[in-house]
């Protein structure tokens, strides 16, 4: 970085004012370290978070590997580096929600699973499984694409909470739109499963929809 001034670099700006004084494109020209052939790292910094759009650093978790690096300037290495910070964001952000975790209380299990789901860019469906204490024992994947009656059947979905000796469980899938507001397909499948867990003794406890930092609860909005 030659050509920045000393007192504007980066490094030396977080060692002077701490790293809360550092821009989107400061901190990740900090953890990319280098830059590339004729450009410094916080250009390339820069370019990168034009490449993930209006969301600016956010749009960072939106990036696979090979997205990276069709990006000039970016290898293999520097996108790993990339898809680890993406990573290691999520996870800080679902474990300062940990200690507050409830299974009885929406709020709490939609905060813990936020970052996990609203950057996905297609619909997934999470099944959590609790034992009788509401204790997670167990929680999986169990579609990706459309939430649709006719593609999620009660019958797989209660084929995992059986062998994991489940007493209720609580569903959960995302709307790449951010807008959580249920479909009615959601709804259709949410009464199946309903159904089907009460003539085999598994409660359907709720069905949580994530959005962009905001969720629905089946529960909370009484259509349980």
Do not use: W
């Not at 007192?7 to 550092?22: D, N, Q, V």
């Not at 209660?158 to 959960?172: C, D, G, R």
Request: charged share 25%; hydrophobic share 40%.
């Amino acid at each position: 970085m030659k050509e920045i001034p000393e007192m504007e670099r980066p490094y030396e700006k977080c060692e002077r004012k701490g790293a809360g004084s550092l821009s989107d494109e400061e901190l990740l020209a900090v953890l990319l370290r280098t830059g590339t052939h004729g450009e410094n790292a916080l250009s390339l910094a820069r370019r990168i978070l034009y490449h993930a759009g209006e969301t600016g650093i956010l749009g960072i978790h939106q990036f696979n590997l090979e997205r990276l690096q069709k990006i000039k300037g970016i290898g293999k290495v520097k996108a790993i580096q990339i898809s680890c910070i993406s990573e290691l964001a999520k996870r800080l952000a679902k474990a300062s929600y940990q200690d507050t975790l409830s299974f009885s209380c929406p709020e709490t299990v939609a905060k813990y699973y936020m970052e996990d789901m609203r950057h996905e860019k297609q619909e997934q469906m999470k099944l959590l499984m609790l034992n009788s204490r509401a204790k997670l024992i167990g929680e999986t994947n169990i579609s990706k694409g459309t939430v649709n009656a006719s593609l999620i059947t009660p019958r797989e979905l209660f084929i995992e909470a059986l062998q994991k000796n489940a007493v209720s469980i609580i569903i959960m899938h995302n709307h790449p739109s951010g807008d959580p507001t249920p479909s009615r397909e959601d709804m259709l499948t949410t009464k199946r499963i309903l159904d089907a867990g009460a003539l085999i003794g598994i409660e359907l406890l709720d069905h949580i929809i994530i959005g962009n930092n905001c969720y629905i609860s089946f529960r909370e909005e009484g259509m349980l």
